[in-house]
C-alpha cells in the first residue's frame, strides 16, 4: 500500500506580510532619528538645551558634543555636492530679539526724533560699544511677546508698536539661531518696574556687564551706524533695517 505524502500547511501571507512591513517601518524610523542624533546624550552635559535642534535633509546624522542651557554643538554628517563630510560642526541656539526703541521723552525733550540705546561692554570686545535692546526668546514665547517683555526688563517701558524689520539667520553654515529685528514706537513709561531677581529661571537672565543707557537722535543713530559703532552685527542689522524704514523719515512729531 502507496501512503501519499501529506501536503504541508501553507503560510498565510496576506496575514504575516502588513505585520512584517510595519515592524519595518517602524526600525527604520527608529535607525534615523537616533542616526540624526534624535534621544542621543552629549558627551558633555553642563545643563539641558531646550533650544531648537536643527537638521536638514542633508543631515546623514548627528552627534551632541557638549551642551548648556545656552547651546549645543553638534557633529553632523552631511551630504553636500554628492561628498560626505563627516565633521561638520553646528551650533543649536536660542532665537532671539534685537529691538531698537524710540524715546517716549524725545519730542518733548526738543521736538527730534529720539531712540534709546545702550553705551555697554561686552566679553568678547575689549572696548565700548552701542546696542540695543536683545535677549533669548523663551520657551512658550513668540519674538513678538520676547521683544516687549525684554523693552520692559531693560528700559522700564512698555510700548503700544513693534514693527518687525525681518528674520535673519546667524550664521548660514553654522546655525547659532534666529534674531528677529524690531522698530518700538509709542512707548510709555511702565508703573512696574521688573528687576533681575525676578528673572533668574529664564535661559535669558540678565548680563552681568556694565550699560549705560542713553538718548540719541535720529541724525545721531544714522551717524554712529555709519561709524559702525554698534559693534555686534545683530545690533547693526537691527539698526540699519530701521534706519531703512520709511516710517523714520516722517515728519518730527508734535
Not at 2 to 23: E, F, K, Q, S, Y
Request: charged share 30%.
Amino acid at each position: 500500500m502507496i501512503h501519499g505524502h501529506r501536503r504541508p500547511r501553507g503560510v498565510n501571507v496576506a496575514v504575516l506580510l502588513p505585520t512584517a512591513i510595519a515592524i519595518l517601518v517602524l526600525v527604520v524610523a527608529i535607525t534615523k532619528l537616533f542616526a540624526r542624533g534624535v534621544g542621543n546624550e552629549c558627551k558633555i552635559s553642563l545643563s539641558d538645551y531646550n533650544g531648537p535642534r536643527y537638521v536638514s535633509k542633508d543631515t546623514v546624522k548627528s552627534a551632541c558634543l557638549v551642551e548648556s542651557k545656552w547651546m549645543r554643538l553638534m557633529q553632523h554628517s552631511v551630504v553636500l555636492g554628492g561628498k560626505m563630510v563627516n565633521d561638520w560642526l553646528f551650533i543649536d541656539y536660542h532665537d532671539r530679539i534685537n529691538v531698537l526703541v524710540e524715546d517716549p521723552d524725545g519730542s518733548r525733550r526738543d521736538n527730534r526724533r529720539r531712540f534709546l540705546v545702550f553705551r555697554q561692554k561686552k566679553y568678547a570686545y575689549e572696548g565700548e560699544s552701542y546696542a540695543i535692546v536683545g535677549g533669548i526668546i523663551e520657551p512658550g514665547e513668540n519674538s513678538e511677546e520676547a521683544a516687549k517683555r525684554e523693552v520692559l526688563e531693560e528700559m522700564d517701558l512698555n510700548c503700544g508698536r513693534l514693527i518687525s524689520l525681518g528674520r535673519y539667520r546667524t550664521d548660514v553654515n553654522r546655525g547659532m539661531g534666529w534674531v528677529n529685528s524690531f522698530l518700538a514706537t509709542e512707548c510709555e513709561a511702565s508703573s512696574k518696574k521688573m528687576t533681575a531677581t525676578e528673572n533668574d529661571s529664564e535661559v535669558g537672565a540678565a548680563d552681568s556687564e556694565r550699560q549705560d543707557m542713553m538718548s540719541i537722535t535720529l541724525d545721531e543713530l544714522r551717524d554712529a551706524a555709519r561709524r559702525g559703532r554698534f559693534v555686534e552685527v545683530q545690533w547693526s542689522n537691527t539698526v540699519a533695517q530701521a534706519l531703512l524704514y520709511p516710517e523714520m523719515y516722517s515728519e518730527e512729531r508734535q
